[in-house]
């Protein structure tokens, strides 16, 4: 059979097989190992990203390392939370190694109840310290924005929503599409919008907000950020609330959207009141059954290697490291929203809580 690493998804285990370049490395590699008397172990890995984005990633890792990776990848349905949830379930027990989550607030979270251990990483320490948390449990790495999906058939980009307080304009009435906060990275944006008016602006400033998208009948979409973007293109609305990475793709397949990198400016336009940025996040699992593999696979996450891979791939990830002159300037984000992840991931839960409470019932 030829060489490939496992990928394990709703109960069926696959083997993915690698190309004829591969195969060759591969079978050197085995080779190698045949002779060695202390072969390397495998690492076995939770992953939210998507398949697409991440399996060349991992395959890039065996081939580099020689160390074989075995994946657990979530569902689409709850994405980061259902990988998160068996973590912690499996606590006692660990079956994982590492932890890659398209996002960074269930990291937070998992290193707060110690299911996360801290991980001395040279290569992680190139990136800015907002994206990593000193103990090393949790490292941030090659973000996607909060962005503004629009349809360029229906909007003007002068037109486009500049700022999230925009979309409360009654022009947009009934024109507005959102993903459902209790999952994904709406539910750390909606964190952060509260974290951040609360601290830079007026508690109370987030309801009223609520209040504004409410009035204007904005429509909680169960399907995700994807479904965003796919309503905006099919013309169910004109604007929505998603991640670059979707608007990205959607581009890639002809739809005729585009997107707005917003701000969270109250009033003016002040210094770090711009772009939300969530970025992916890796950790080691307490009790790892090989934790020096482990800490391999997190620093080559946290490479410029991968970095480069992500912004290349079809998610166009945007990167933290300082680019090459001549790189395109829409892989970074000038004025990122200057906000702690760590207080975003504490106020989700109340967030989720009010938007429910306020969106989930239909206007009268």
Same mark, same amino acid.
């Given at each position: 059979?030829? %060489?490939?690493?496992?990928?394990?998804?709703?109960?069926?285990?696959?083997?993915?097989?690698?190309?004829?370049?591969?195969?060759?490395?591969?079978?050197?590699?085995?080779?190698?190992?045949? !002779?060695?008397?202390?072969?390397?172990?495998?690492?076995?890995?939770? =992953?939210?990203?998507?398949?697409?984005?991440?399996?060349?990633?991992?395959?890039? /890792?065996?081939?580099?390392?020689?160390?074989?990776?075995?994946?657990?990848?979530?569902?689409?349905?709850?994405?980061?939370?259902?990988? @998160?949830?068996?973590?912690?379930?499996? @606590?006692?027990?660990? #079956?994982?190694?590492?932890?890659?989550?398209?996002?960074? /607030?269930?990291?937070?979270?998992?290193?707060?109840?110690?299911?996360?251990?801290?991980?001395?990483?040279?290569?992680?320490?190139?990136?800015?310290?907002?994206?990593?948390?000193?103990?090393?449990?949790?490292?941030? /790495?090659?973000?996607?924005?909060? =962005?503004?999906?629009?349809?360029?058939?229906?909007?003007?980009?002068?037109?486009?929503?500049?700022?999230?307080?925009?979309?409360?304009?009654?022009?947009?009435?009934?024109?507005? @599409?959102?993903?459902?906060?209790?999952?994904?990275?709406?539910? !750390?944006?909606?964190?952060?919008? +509260?974290?951040?008016?609360?601290?830079?602006?007026?508690?109370?400033?987030?309801?009223?907000?609520?209040?504004?998208?409410?009035?204007?009948?904005?429509?909680? +979409?169960?399907?995700?950020?994807?479904?965003?973007?796919?309503?905006? @293109?099919?013309?169910?609305?004109?604007?929505?609330?998603?991640?670059?990475?979707?608007?990205? #793709?959607?581009?890639?397949?002809?739809?005729?959207?585009?997107?707005?990198?917003?701000?969270?400016?109250?009033?003016? !336009?002040?210094? !770090?009141?711009?772009?939300?940025?969530?970025?992916?996040?890796?950790?080691?699992?307490?009790?790892?059954?090989?934790? =020096?593999?482990?800490?391999?696979? =997190?620093? /080559?996450?946290?490479?410029?290697?991968?970095?480069?891979?992500?912004?290349?791939?079809?998610?166009?990830?945007?990167?933290?490291?300082?680019?090459?002159?001549?790189?395109?300037?829409?892989?970074?984000?000038?004025? %990122?929203?200057?906000?702690?992840?760590?207080?975003?991931?504490?106020?989700? %839960?109340?967030?989720?809580?009010?938007?429910?409470?306020?969106?989930?019932?239909?206007?009268?």
């Amino acid at each position: 059979m030829s %060489p490939g690493f496992r990928v394990i998804q709703g109960g069926f285990s696959i083997r993915v097989v690698l190309g004829p370049v591969t195969h060759l490395v591969a079978s050197l590699l085995l080779l190698t190992f045949i !002779g060695c008397d202390d072969p390397r172990p495998g690492v076995v890995v939770y =992953v939210s990203a998507d398949q697409d984005i991440a399996r060349p990633v991992l395959e890039r /890792f065996q081939q580099h390392s020689g160390i074989p990776v075995e994946v657990v990848y979530d569902t689409e349905a709850t994405k980061t939370t259902g990988l @998160a949830n068996r973590l912690r379930n499996e @606590a006692d027990n660990p #079956r994982a190694d590492v932890f890659w989550s398209s996002e960074v /607030f269930q990291p937070i979270l998992l290193a707060r109840e110690g299911i996360l251990v801290p991980h001395a990483s040279e290569v992680g320490a190139e990136l800015p310290e907002q994206f990593r948390e000193a103990e090393g449990r949790w490292w941030g /790495f090659s973000p996607r924005a909060r =962005v503004i999906v629009y349809s360029t058939d229906r909007v003007n980009v002068q037109d486009a929503p500049q700022t999230w307080m925009d979309l409360t304009d009654q022009r947009w009435k009934g024109r507005v @599409a959102m993903a459902d906060p209790r999952f994904g990275t709406t539910r !750390g944006h909606v964190g952060a919008m +509260l974290a951040y008016w609360d601290g830079n602006f007026m508690p109370g400033y987030f309801g009223a907000y609520l209040e504004g998208l409410k009035e204007n009948d904005t429509r909680m +979409l169960t399907g995700g950020n994807a479904a965003v973007v796919d309503g905006v @293109a099919r013309g169910e609305f004109d604007v929505g609330m998603t991640d670059s990475d979707d608007v990205y #793709r959607a581009i890639e397949n002809g739809w005729n959207v585009d997107m707005i990198l917003p701000r969270h400016d109250v009033q003016g !336009g002040s210094r !770090g009141s711009g772009t939300l940025l969530i970025p992916n996040a890796a950790g080691i699992v307490n009790g790892a059954s090989n934790p =020096v593999a482990a800490s391999q696979l =997190v620093d /080559f996450l946290l490479s410029a290697e991968v970095e480069n891979m992500l912004a290349e791939s079809a998610s166009r990830n945007l990167v933290l490291r300082q680019l090459d002159p001549e790189a395109s300037e829409q892989l970074q984000v000038a004025d %990122p929203l200057d906000v702690d992840l760590g207080v975003v991931a504490d106020r989700s %839960p109340e967030a989720v809580d009010q938007v429910m409470r306020k969106l989930a019932e239909p206007s009268s």
